[in-house]
Each structure stands twice: as C-alpha cells, then as structure tokens.
C-alpha cells in the first residue's frame, strides 16, 4: 500500500526551526531517491531538496544552507531540518520519491503546512 504521511509543521517566528518528518511506505521509500517538495498558495509545486539512496543530497537555492535533508532507511523516514525560517518559505510541504519527472508522480501525501509569521 502507497502511504505517505508527513508531520512536524505549524506557526514559527521568522528567524525560527522545524522538523518536518514524513513517513513512508517501503515501496516507496525503499530504493528510491526521495524529496521534499512545497507549495505556497496561488503557486506551483516546487522541488525544495532531495536525498539520494545513497545519502546525497541537493537542495534549492532558496533554501540552500538553512535547510537539511535526512533519511532513516531503518524506518523508511525522510526529514527537513528547517532552520532561520523566512515568510517565503511559508508552504505546504510533501514528501515523495525523487525521479527527474517528478511531477508526474501521481500519488501525494496530505503534506504538513509551514507559516512563517510574526
């Protein structure tokens, strides 16, 4: 069964952290590369960092040295450290599997929502 199911949003104070975790089935978490992903209302879905299977990761020039992507292959878990968190990254935030097509992916978890406000 397809399940994805991300955690860890909420209201922080521009300048603050989150922990966003997603949780994921084996057969999508297993041998796939996985990603972050975010969609800030009235604005297209976009990539935000990605862990490959073999723990390299790349991130958007947006978030790039603030945010941390990490995976527990034990617990088929992906995680966002998010830190000097900024209004513009106020978003919905998914977790999903990373393949260069990804907009394509046809499955999406309920996603965690981040605001970032004073």
């Known amino acids: 069964q397809v399940q994805l199911v991300e955690s860890g949003g909420g209201l922080v104070q521009p300048g603050g952290s989150l922990r966003l975790s997603c949780a994921a089935s084996?057969?999508?978490?297993?041998?796939?590369?996985m990603g972050w992903y975010r969609q800030a209302p009235g604005k297209q879905r976009e990539l935000v960092a990605m862990i490959t299977t073999a723990g390299g990761t790349n991130y958007a020039a947006s978030v790039k040295g603030r945010f941390t992507i990490s995976r527990d292959n034990a617990k088929n878990t992906v995680y966002l450290q998010m830190n000097s968190l900024q209004p513009e990254d106020t978003a919905d935030y998914f977790c999903?599997?990373?393949?260069?097509?990804?907009?394509?992916?046809?499955?999406w978890g309920q996603g965690t929502q981040v605001t970032v406000s004073s």
């Open positions: 999903n599997k990373f393949q260069g097509n990804w907009r394509s992916l046809d499955y």
């Open positions: 084996g057969s999508i978490f297993s041998m796939n590369h």
